[in-house]
């Protein structure tokens, strides 16, 4: 009887010690929780255009990982939550319900897109939520929108870069557009090119394609039979390498004009690339000490050299660092205060808010030159 009272009492003990053991769990995740300020991240992370997605993501994560080195924002840790647009609308709509409703997150640093980002932005407006993209460049992103900030400039101001370049540094009097009518970014850029071109030289063609196509020899050899001086082709790596290398197939002669979405093109399309410009974020051989610090710790961290996207996810991260820091809270609506009171140095340039959320910096063209970025010009935000 002693012994079955014995054991009665041991196994009791033991499920008392299992349910306080429980309950320290449970608190001690709670207020690790509480210790920690989730940035939420939207991208495509596979699939055609991953580079940008995934380029964005390690910017950021390396900014986050710095700052967490050096101690965090008001006393916490930050996190990364990132999730898969796949470049598709409603995956990144989707994207945004879950961080905002099962991850908590304070903040969204996205999308990568314009498309995504014009879609999650029509929710996160009504939710109140501080939206910073790093890279959405379609003027809408921050139209009628108080929370939404961009670390990029818009689609309007490269547009209007490549044309007065194409003009003023390469003499062009006419231009043919070639370009994507069913992505919003790369119609927005057409539509800024195309009117400041017309104001002084001559638009001969004004082209569109889906994104199905894959055989444009067909539009070329129009462009081609009216002889333009450039050619600007406002869209992405994927879709503009075949459209390089088609231009050389049927030995059409013109130079060609790209935008942020060509950065990176060296590394699968080097020869049909070359002697090429585009209009971009930063140029890799900007000695700038900042610009050379953070190509150095992202080499470290990732074993690669970093593109502009990367650029930019970087320079929002610790935007949203320094806003966090001047709004004292994870409050929604002093952080978006803080976040139009920016003014600091970044990567990409000095960046300043104006009253519609979009940046003042600089912008460069580059030219690949035998597989390299060369600096072709610089020309201020301002």
């Known amino acids: 009887m002693k012994k079955r009272i014995l054991a009665l009492m041991i196994i009791a003990v033991l499920v008392l010690s299992t349910v306080l053991t429980g309950c320290g769990t449970s608190e001690t995740a709670e207020i690790e929780e ?13 699939g055609d255009y991953s580079l940008y997605g995934v380029s964005n993501d390690e910017g950021v994560r390396l900014a ?6 050096a101690g965090g924002v008001n006393g916490k840790m930050l996190e990364v939550v990132s999730y898969d647009s796949k470049g598709d609308k409603t995956e990144g709509v989707n994207a945004y319900n879950r961080l905002r409703d099962q991850d908590g997150i304070t903040a969204l640093l996205g999308a990568t897109f314009s498309g995504v980002t014009l879609s999650v932005k029509e929710i996160a407006v009504e939710d109140g939520m501080p ?3 790093p890279t959405a460049t379609h003027a809408d992103v921050t139209i009628d929108a108080p929370n939404v900030f961009r670390a990029c400039y818009t689609d309007a101001y490269q547009g209007i870069t490549a044309a007065v370049f194409a003009a003023e540094n390469l003499g062009a009097t006419k231009a043919a557009i070639l370009y994507n009518t069913e992505d919003a970014y790369s119609e ?3 539509v800024s090119f195309n009117e400041k071109f017309a104001e002084n030289g001559t638009v001969t063609s004004y082209e569109g394609y889906t994104k199905n196509d894959a055989d444009f020899k067909t539009v070329l050899t129009k462009i081609q039979a009216e002889n333009p001086d450039v050619l600007f082709l406002p869209d992405y790596i994927a879709k503009v390498g075949t459209i390089l290398a088609q231009i050389e197939e049927i030995g059409l002669d013109v130079v060609c004009i790209g935008v942020d979405g060509w950065d990176g093109i060296e590394e699968d399309y080097a020869d049909v690339a070359e002697g090429h410009y585009f209009v971009n974020h930063y140029a890799k051989t ?8 953070f190509i150095a710790a992202y080499e470290e961290m990732w074993d690669k050299t970093p593109n502009a996207l990367a650029a930019l996810g970087y320079d929002a991260a610790y935007i949203m660092k320094d806003a966090l ?9 002093a952080i978006i205060a803080a976040l139009a009171e920016t ?10 808010f104006d009253e519609n959320g979009d940046p003042q910096k600089s912008i460069s063209v580059i030219q690949i030159v035998d597989g390299t970025h060369v600096l072709a010009a610089k020309v201020s935000g301002n």
């Open 286 to 293: 900007d000695e700038a000490e900042i610009v050379q610090n």
């Open 34 to 46: 509480a210790q920690v300020i989730k940035l939420g991240f939207i991208g495509p992370l596979t």
């Open 131 to 133: 939206v910073l993209t």
């Open 64 to 69: 986050v990982e710095e700052i967490n080195a």
């Open 188 to 190: 927005g850029l057409a």
């Open 325 to 333: 820091e001047k709004a004292g809270s994870e409050d929604s609506e």
């Open 343 to 352: 003014d600091s140095d970044g990567v990409t340039g000095h960046i300043v």
